[in-house]
T-cell receptor, first 114, second 112 residues
Framework: DAGVTQSPTHLIKTRGQQVTLRCSPI?????VSWYQQVLGQGPQFIFQ???????GRGNFPDRFSARQFPNYSSELNVNALLLGDSALYLC?????????????FGPGTRLLVL | GQQLNQSPQSMFIQEGEDVSMNCTSS?????WLWYKQDPGEGPVLLIA?????ELTSNGRLTAQFGITRKDSFLNISASIPSDVGIYFC????????????FGKGTKLSVKP
């Protein structure tokens, strides 16, 4: 069975641009969470979506937004990119809204902002 | 905000040696998780701990949930080259993903 998939794998943008990252959860999983992992740090929670509704939001500015589609895939959008947004963006899926220990991570999208 | 202090930051050990790493916090957690991340991959869950004092094993890995609920330990016995990677602790203070706090990781390198 396919795991969590993310696209693109790598991305280079310039300051001020906008970016959209995509995630497809494991089949049957209805919850998707997004994390930002800056080099040398652990992942930091950005959003959780379950059944197309936002269930949690981390301490990130409004430039970050996300949505979940009827097929449970998800997009993360970041507007007005800053150099500090350069990071690995991880998507994780889980069967339901709770149980962080049941989530599976994708390989991530590495974003570089120049 | 809540923070986890994970140590050591990095370890360079000989194959066959045992490894110990730990995570401490000023806050209480009700679940401790240990992950391993390989280059180009997302973190993979190794062990989950749910009760203070709990000791859980997964093959050569053993982890403990500290009695104070503010710390956790991971031990790897008889390390092998494929143990190379970054190990993260994570504390969960509620039920949902939004309450999951990660440490900064311990980078493990193994000399054959």
């Amino acid at each position: 069975d396919a795991g969590v998939t993310q696209s693109p794998t790598h991305l280079i943008k310039t300051r001020g641009q906008q970016v959209t990252l995509r995630c497809s959860p494991i089949s049957g999983h209805k919850s998707v969470s997004w994390y930002q992992q800056v080099l040398g740090q652990g992942p930091q929670f950005i959003f959780q979506y379950y059944e197309k509704e936002e269930r949690g939001r981390g301490n990130f500015p409004d430039r970050f937004s996300a949505r979940q589609f009827p097929n449970y895939s998800s997009e993360l959008n970041v507007n007005a990119l800053l150099l500090g947004d350069s990071a690995l963006y991880l998507c994780a899926s889980s069967p339901g809204p709770g149980g962080a220990e049941t989530q599976y991570f994708g390989p991530g999208t590495r974003l570089l902002v120049l | 905000g809540q923070q986890l202090n994970q140590s050591p930051q990095s370890m360079f050990i000989q194959e066959g040696e045992d490894v110990s790493m730990n995570c401490t916090s000023s806050s209480i957690f009700n679940t401790w998780l240990w992950y391993k991340q390989d280059p180009g991959e997302g973190p993979v869950l190794l062990i989950a701990l749910y009760k203070a004092g709990e000791l859980t094993s997964n093959g050569r890995l053993t982890a403990q949930f500290g009695i104070t609920r503010k710390d956790s330990f991971l031990n790897i016995s008889a390390s092998i080259p494929s143990d190379v990677g970054i190990y993260f602790c994570a504390g969960l203070y509620g039920g949902s993903q939004g309450n999951l706090i990660f440490g900064k990781g311990t980078k493990l390198s193994v000399k054959p």
